[in-house]
């Protein structure tokens, strides 16, 4: 479990631990690479093969290995060599590099932004008007403080774990310690600027073995930088202890661990390793952090990454799934939404956005479809009260989102403590469950469904940890989860400007789902492709057959980029509890009537939910990063053949014996011209409906030489391609993989995938077709993936480019909150973004 730090140690000692921005990977004078490896190979061979040194596995990432060549060069001379053996690997021969999946060299780059609360818009801060607090309410507070012997000084100030003031308006927590119910046997992982272990407040719930440092490689994650006090404001609010320094956490007896990452430049790698890290005993991974939430940017994280949160929800807490806890994020004054942070609409991550001490939205707290919950933090003149930097120093200017997601998480950690076998599902179940909707005026609240109500503002609605707890006492687990994955859908029409919009449908039927093995739905992902050349005029919203609206995307006045929408995946919990069965439809808007448009390109609709036989369930393979190519022939003979129930187990995708034949198909083809006209391409209000889907039909295999409406270099690359393949699998007589790379238009990372299509994994495209289904209905599929590139589970991955410039040129002016800091905060780590 302690594979990261003893990697680290390696590696530290060898790089002779400098004073560079990271010794640990020492990038000042080495180069490194995570290599993805088949199960069989041995790494030393690999190494010694390509001249590197193996630096051990990637922290709990099975098939990952870290290698480190001892000369720096711009040259990625490990793709280039892996390139080299595919083009020449037709000839045949083995090459114990053929077992390489996939190649990412590491480079530093920002860290992510802390989200700490950003100036109000007007400039000015309003003030508490001085509202008396309730007697009544005061006299139960000394109550709760005698019975539960609570004596710290600040507790008072606390009033988002009892307000005496705006009576109703705090976590609804007293009656969940009096019972008893105070996080013991529950972890907590702040992954933030480090966490002060010395503090008197939090030493004693300090938990060392599931902390770690990775910008300066070391075992504990105390602050160094001025500016790293966020992740131990953030420690207090969910475990602070009960004594005499400040005040409690809502979680008070729950153990807590630091991990740092978001002082210095860190690569993807260590980011990845702290998702997963000490993950058998860190339960809860508090994130109040992502891409900047400047109301431009569209980021995601990088394929390690998402690996690293697949693997924890998988393998992390004894195989029940790490819960991640991320803050929605502060841009809402620059109609930021947390639809285009990656980190905060994955299914993986419960987003979390903020109210104040009124009740009431604050500015900053964006809204989405992706979202949730919310729960308490700064506004309305006040902000949370809790620990901070030093020995017994108080705080009480802790705010923004990032102050609302550990509350979350620490009452999360008082569910655990009653229920410690709920599942990372069980508890986003648990979580909307009981959450309790407000302020009806400003919410737009719609019904769902299944009774519940939903508000892009405020998701559920807030967390009361008393309704939380009682609901996770008598939770029955769900069945394990599954998914169904439409083919791509392909529109190819302009965007009409105005209100009216491109409406296009998907029919999901009872069979598609039940093929799919899916009863009920949690999360509904859209992946789309948008041509425009002013992304900010565009919105997207998307309705379920039961007539639920998600605005899944949404208008950005300052978001003036021209590379719209690529293969994003836009998220919605909005849709939790439906059966998924009927129409669905997508009307995406450019309502800006000016000189700026664009053009619908593709989309693809997946429902993730709850199975139906749960021993039929399986996990969900790894994602890989992957090129688009697969886009323009939709991997299925129908919608219905696209289902995909049971994929093999990630593991199960590295143990196959390498077959892949060469690619080097570098560019996205063409779409067919075949028609077959599944999604219905209407602008909205008219009749003119235009069926210019192109979801070919596997039949069209037999024709496809003929047909197959592609650019010349294009085809030479099938011709040939076909050729190798009936020689494969005449010579094989079974299956065959393919190996693809990802066209890397403006990736600064590098980073790129050969990721093999055999019948298991390329089901789905990796996203997980039942194998034995695919090999019976879709004979021709296969051949047919091969041309895809299958995965577009791997589309997905590789979205996120993070603007290393804009990260280090943030300003960091405004650090801190609307009361101000009480404890001369210095500002502005020139590494550290603090204030947007
Ligand atoms: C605490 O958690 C561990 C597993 O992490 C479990 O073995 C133990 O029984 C738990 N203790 C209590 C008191 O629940
Ligand atoms: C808040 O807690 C009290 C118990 O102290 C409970 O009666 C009440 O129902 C809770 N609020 C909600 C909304 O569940």
Known sequence: MKLAPLVGLVVGSLAGLGTAASPRWNLDSNDYYVLHLERDVQPDHIASRLGLRHEGQLGQLPGHHIFSASVKTEDDVVRRAVQERRRKRSLGGVDVLDSVKSVHKQKLRAPMQKRVVPPPPSGRYPTRRADQPDAKAVEY????????????PIFNEQWHLFNPVQLGHDVNVTAVWLSGVTGKNATVAIVDDGLDMYSNDLKPNYYAQGSWDYNDNRP????????????????????AARNDVCGVGVAYDSKIAGIRILSKMITDADEALAMNYDFQHNDIYSCSWGPPDDGRSMDAPGILIK????????????DKGSIYVFASGNGAASEDNCNFDGYTNSIYSITVGAIDRKGLHPYYSEKCSA???????????????????????????????????????????????????????????IALQSAVPIDFEEGEWQPTTIGKKYSHTFGYGKIDSYALVETAKTWKNVKPQAWY?????????????????????????KDMLKEANLERLEHVTVTMNVEHTRRGDLSVDLISPDNVVSHISTTRKLDTSSEGYDDWTFMSVVHWGESGVGTWTLIVRDSKVNDDSGKFVDWHLKLWGESIDASKATLLPMPSDE???????????????????????????????PTALPSDHPERPIKPSKTTGESVATETGTESAAAESTTAASSWLPSFLPTFGVSSSTQAWIYGSIGLIVAFCAGLGAWFWFVRRKQRLNNPRDDYEFEPLNPEDAGGDSLGGAPGEKGQKRRGGELYDAFAGGSEDEEDQETGHFDLASRDSDDDSDDDDERGNVNNEKQGSRLLGDGR
């Open 141 to 152: 507070q000394k109550s709760v403080m005698s019975q539960l012997d609570i004596s710290d």
């Open 220 to 239: 504990e994650p105390k602050p160094s930088l001025d500016d790293d006090r966020h992740g131990t404001r953030c420690a207090g609010e969910v475990s």
């Open 307 to 318: 690996k690293a949160m697949l693997n924890g929800v998988q393998k992390g807490r004894g």
């Open 371 to 429: 979202q949730l919950v919310v729960t308490y933090s700064s506004g309305s003149g006040d902000a949370i009260h809790t620990t901070d930097v030093g020995e017994n120093q108080c705080y009480k200017g802790h705010g923004g989102t990032s102050a609302a997601a550990p509350l979350a998480a620490g009452i999360f950690a008082l569910a655990l403590e009653v229920r410690p076998d709920l599942s990372w599902r069980d508890m986003q179940y």
């Open 485 to 509: 994955y439409s083919p791509w859908l392909h529109v190819n029409k302009d965007i009409p400007q105005g209100d009216q919009g491109l409406s296009v449908n998907f029919e999901v039927t």
């Open 627 to 657: 090129d688009d190519a697969d886009h323009d022939v939709t991997s299925t003979a129908t919608p219905t053949a696209a289902t995909t129930s049971l994929p093999p187990p990630a593991d199960a995708t590295d143990t196959a014996i």
